[in-house]
């Protein structure tokens, strides 16, 4: 008789903070049904609360893994961004965050790893080891991975020059970005606020970009920046 | 079993006072041994695991009969899911949640009274439920339209209900029993007991191996002096059960020690076979929940039915 095969989960001897921090993490069952329902809450919250609208829904993909870069003014902007992509793809929807904050301790690891699907991102040495686990975890088709290039949230509402790691992301690759500008969430909740305020939030979604054509070098990975830094501003200014 | 009878149980407040005396001491020899300067790390790691599981069994048992069977639902949840994450079978969403559903089947049916009976417990439709689950889980590879690897996986998954679910279950059904308190705390004491026993008896005289292909660290001594703990530990708890003839007593001993052991081993090897060292890690310095509640599983089950038929459930 043949024998069979087991496949116990790489994770079965980790910790629960060190399961919350690793990165990717195992599919499991009760994460997944809390993290629906609380994309469904979060979806009647921003609609009602914060009267959000979208525009662009049309540009994603359908099919595909794809990066969306957006300008960080709040917590909002991820919360937001996470609204705007299908439902049935919320558990592979990946909001890059910072390791340093967001999975300092138990509880808040809870809610980025659980809630919110938080990919830990390292800002250490330029985040060459993070942007490794982005780079592979969108080989897999499907994936969704949300980058906030200015790498904090701006506290004056101008918009800080993109750091380097999209750049480098996506230089040389057909991995198609789009770019996204989020209005109102400065008004709705600056950095130090509590809780958010009752403003309109609206969220609008470019086109889609590739970059394939590039060369990976720091020339093009400028340039990608510098392209995407442009279109996230000229979306803002659409509304003015 | 409620909070007003539990106050008013001299057995449960006999144990609350026994357990809380042998932590006091057993914190006292390890504070002894640490300023003699002997290393307790590792002890120390498992009595401190002790000191949190110990209030949340007692206080469970406190809040009456409801507390318990959902207590002892939620262990059985978590054992499964340990269970099925190590086997692999957590992959399988479909067969898993099957078996989540039926564990809260379980639950309701252990909690609910017999419509024609009128008694705490749905007894007849505890007993017959395996029927139904089994027919479930044999049908989601036919709704599925799935035929490979499906044997592994409904194996499994019935495994995992009958074992860690419906038989670990009985300890809860135990709650709807009149005599709730001293059948729940004597299994939970003598239990954990016997594996104390088995450890210390092991570490102090044992030599030759009790199944070397199994695990390596039981040996011969500390099972038969595990057995031997078991089976007097009845007589000196006797105020658990007054109604017990002597018969009765060197069943319980028996169940226990020999049981309790046999249920440790059954989660050895299954570790074994899957090569894993512990089943999780829910509890620290113990491992996961089913590394705890090995030999309850075994006991239990057969306690409760030695118990029906002398005296009845209800």
């Given amino acids: 008789m043949k024998e069979w095969e087991y496949q116990p989960p790489p994770d079965i001897d980790a910790s629960m903070a060190e399961t919350l921090q690793n990165f990717p993490r195992e599919p499991k069952m009760l994460p997944y049904a809390i993290r629906s329902m609380a994309s469904l809450l979060l979806r009647g919250w921003m609609r009602t609360y914060h009267h959000m609208q979208v525009d662009g829904r049309e540009n994603l993909p359908d099919a595909g893994s794809y990066v969306l870069v957006c300008n960080h003014t709040s917590h909002l902007d991820t919360l937001c961004m996470m609204c705007a992509v299908p439902l049935a793809k919320i558990h592979r929807t990946f909001p890059a965050a910072a390791a340093d904050y967001f999975f300092s301790s138990l509880p808040r690891s809870a809610v980025s790893a659980v809630l919110i699907n938080a990919l830990p991102f390292n800002r250490e040495a330029k985040g060459a080891e993070s942007l490794a686990i982005c780079a592979k975890l969108l080989e897999n088709e499907g994936n969704i991975l949300i980058i906030f290039p200015e790498g904090t949230r701006t506290t004056t509402g101008k918009m800080a020059r993109f750091r380097s790691g999209i750049g480098r992301l996506v230089a040389g690759s057909n991995l198609p970005v789009l770019p996204c500008h989020l209005g109102g969430g400065l008004r709705a909740w600056p950095k130090g606020k509590m809780f958010p305020r009752p403003y309109k939030l609206h969220l609008r979604i470019g086109t889609v970009q590739t970059y394939g054509h590039l060369e990976k070098n720091g020339r093009s990975v400028r340039a990608i920046c510098g392209d995407l830094e442009e279109r996230v501003a000229s979306l803002g200014r659409q509304g003015k | ?314």
């Fill in chain 2, 1 to 314: 079993m409620s909070i007003d009878q539990a106050l008013q149980s001299d057995i449960f407040l006999t144990y609350v006072a026994i357990v809380a005396g042998l932590l006091v001491f057993a914190g006292a020899v390890l504070g002894i041994l640490y300023l003699l300067g002997k290393n307790v790390s590792a002890p120390a790691r498992t009595y401190r695991g002790w000191l949190v599981m110990i209030p949340l069994v007692l206080g469970t048992i406190f809040l009456g009969r409801e507390a318990t069977i959902i207590g002892v639902a939620l262990l059985a949840v978590i054992g499964f899911k340990e269970f099925a994450r190590a086997t692999g079978l957590y992959n399988d969403w479909w067969m898993t949640g099957a078996v989540y559903l039926a564990l809260g089947m379980l639950t309701i049916v252990a909690l609910v009274p017999d419509p024609r009976l009128e008694q705490p417990g749905w007894y007849g439709f505890f007993m017959a439920l395996p029927v139904f689950v089994i027919v479930a889980i044999l049908l989601i590879p036919i709704l599925r339209n799935r035929a490979k690897g499906q044997l592994q996986i409904v194996s499994l998954a019935i495994l995992g209900f009958i074992y860690f679910g419906w038989m670990f279950m009985h300890l809860g059904f135990l709650a709807n029993t009149p005599h709730a308190y001293g059948y729940l705390l004597f299994l939970a004491f003598a239990v954990e007991i016997n594996d104390i026993a088995a450890y210390t008896f092991g570490k102090m005289f044992g030599k030759r191996k009790l199944r070397e292909e199994i695990s390596p660290n039981k040996t011969l001594a500390g099972s038969v002096g595990a057995v031997a703990v078991s089976i007097s530990l009845p007589w000196l708890l006797w105020f658990s059960f007054p109604h017990f003839d002597p018969l009765h007593l060197i069943l319980t001993g028996i169940i226990v020690g020999v049981g309790g052991q046999l249920g440790d081993l059954v989660i050895s090897y299954i570790k074994r076979d899957i090569g894993i060292k512990d089943m999780g890690t829910t509890i620290k310095g113990h491992g996961g929940i089913l590394d705890r509640v090995d030999s309850m599983i075994f006991v239990a089950p057969i306690f409760f039915h030695m118990v029906r038929w002398f005296h009845g459930v209800t």
